[in-house]
């Protein structure tokens, strides 16, 4: 089982979308968060329990949860997807950029 969890800022649009795509896959169980305090599942160190890979949308992404989580990382690896703010949620180009960004890194 590979576990990942999918971050962005209000956790509204992008990641709520990965998180949905990804949980079909066989052997995937994927998570998602917001690293803004009024995402509607804002981030917390619970979030990384058991996790494999981090996706962030952007690299400012990478930046705050460096800064931020840093301790709650342990050995999981962070990929910047570069996904701009600019998708509805489940908008097909939206899966179809991150099923081309994403799988390359799925066991």
């Not at 590979?2 to 949980?23: D, G, K, M, Y």
């Not at 400012?60 to 342990?74: D, E, F, I, N």
Request: aromatic share 8%.
């Amino acid at each position: 089982m590979q576990r990942l969890l999918f971050i962005c800022s209000a956790n509204r649009l992008r990641s709520p979308t990965a998180e949905q795509v990804f949980s079909q896959y066989p052997n995937v169980e994927a998570r998602s968060a917001g690293l803004n305090n009024d995402a509607v599942d804002p981030l917390s160190p619970e979030h990384f329990e058991d996790i494999d890979l981090v996706f962030v949308m952007e690299k400012a992404h990478r930046s705050k949860l460096s800064q931020t989580y840093r301790a709650y990382l342990k050995s999981a690896r962070v990929i910047c997807l570069n996904i701009p703010d600019d998708f509805e949620y489940m908008q097909p180009e939206l899966i179809t950029l991150l099923k081309a960004r994403v799988t390359p890194h799925l066991r």
